[in-house]
């Protein structure tokens, strides 16, 4: 059975490059623009760099199996959950609506799903899927609404050539289903920016909790809670629901499937929302307390599902 301290350790990075990015802002060590600027980084240059060498360098083929199915159907439930509950209880708008249905059910899948499985599962093999799953639908569902609403006039097909997400996605299959090899000089390019993608991004996260307000308001709140009810309960349990029950999976693929469910809410998902100015609170909130309460699930699944 394994113990929470290994769990615990890998959400320890998390916490501590928030709190570097808390103490920048508070300081104004990087001036007024700084989180602004950040974000712009990560959307436009590291985010893109390491998407396409993640897809580049994974077999499209990875893509489709059971254990997938499972953890996609968990994902359409939370994120259907968290659209309907936008509007009908909290009345958002097309964009702020995307955020948070992306907020319900788009998981901290490499960040810390290697970590995690790792110390769970010894196998952190299930995150290739879950990345191409979440990057090759998932985001351009999102990025299609968000940009659709910002572009105005500007035609939905010209999208991919636009967005550096969705190019640099679109770029990464073309070469991970033609097996072209990458010269090694792009290679090493792309770790070097994507690298500094997540730290980046942590940073402005925790820039964002100095100056941004607090989501006060009691229908702030609820839409908070419900938004973190729905990514760290309702989520996994979809999954464990369908993985179980109707797929009837091995425990292990079963554990594997509702962990990764489990996961909290990505901080791509607040680098969206600061990016397009569409659900920036609710985008951080749901990151933050996401990642706090699943310490606890993450190690309740474990100790459930894991092997004696």
Request: hydrophobic share 55%; net charge positive.
């Amino acid at each position: 059975m394994p113990s929470l301290h290994p769990l615990l350790s890998g959400f320890a990075p998390i916490w501590a490059l928030t709190g570097v990015g808390y103490v920048v802002g508070r300081t104004g060590l990087l001036g007024p623009h700084a989180e602004a600027v950040l974000n712009r980084f990560v959307f436009h240059v590291a985010m893109p760099a390491a998407l396409f060498l993640m897809i580049s360098r994974t077999p499209l083929d990875r893509f489709a199996n059971p254990s997938i199915a499972a953890f996609a159907a968990g994902t359409a439930f939370a994120t259907g959950l968290g659209l309907l509950a936008g509007r009908v209880f909290f009345d958002r708008k097309r964009g702020e609506l995307a955020i948070g249905a992306m907020a319900s059910g788009y998981v901290n899948s490499a960040n810390l799903g290697i970590p995690v499985t790792m110390q769970v599962l010894g196998d952190a093999s299930f995150v290739a899927p879950v990345v191409l799953f979440q990057i090759l639908l998932v985001t351009p569902a999102v990025l299609a609404v968000l940009d659709s609403g910002a572009a105005g006039r500007r035609a939905l097909l010209t999208l991919p050539v636009r967005n550096p997400i969705l190019l640099a996605t679109a770029l990464g299959a073309v070469v991970s289903a033609t097996g072209v090899h990458l010269p090694t000089e792009l290679n090493r390019s792309c770790e070097l920016l994507g690298g500094a993608g997540v730290p980046t991004a942590l940073i402005a996260l925790g820039i964002s909790l100095h100056n941004r307000p607090p989501a006060d308001g009691r229908s702030r709140r609820a839409e908070v809670g419900l938004t973190v009810a729905v990514k760290t309960l309702v989520q996994p349990l979809a999954a464990f629901a369908v993985a179980g029950p109707l797929l009837h999976l091995p425990a292990h693929q079963l554990l594997t499937v509702v962990l990764f469910s489990a996961l909290p809410t990505a901080q791509n998902v607040y680098t969206y929302a600061r990016e397009y100015a569409q659900g920036t609170l609710l985008a951080r909130d749901a990151v933050l307390w996401s990642t706090l309460v699943s310490m606890a699930t993450l190690s309740v699944i474990s100790w459930t599902l894991g092997p004696a």
